[in-house]
């Protein structure tokens, strides 16, 4: 039940798995997301405008390279939390 319940509040963690059903329809899929810290997101959230934005990270890439970034300043509402992650 609490489960359930934290489930309904929805909340995104850093390094979440997410589903991005965003505007970017050939991007669709899961990924890690990270709060977007780049100024204008971060003079946005200061300035108390807007939803948090974030950063989707491709959890599938090359074993030792870098987690690539698919896309940045992504809003809360084109991204949900994946199950795959419970
Ligand atoms: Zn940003």
Redesign the pocket.
Known sequence: MSDTLLRSLDLIEPGDLVHYHGSITDRHGLYLAVP???????AADHAGVGSP?Y?LLDPYGEEDAELKVVA??VRRRSIKRSDASA
Not at 36 to 42: A, D, E, K, N, V
């Open positions: 977007c810290t780049c100024r204008w997101c971060l934005r950063v940045f300043h």
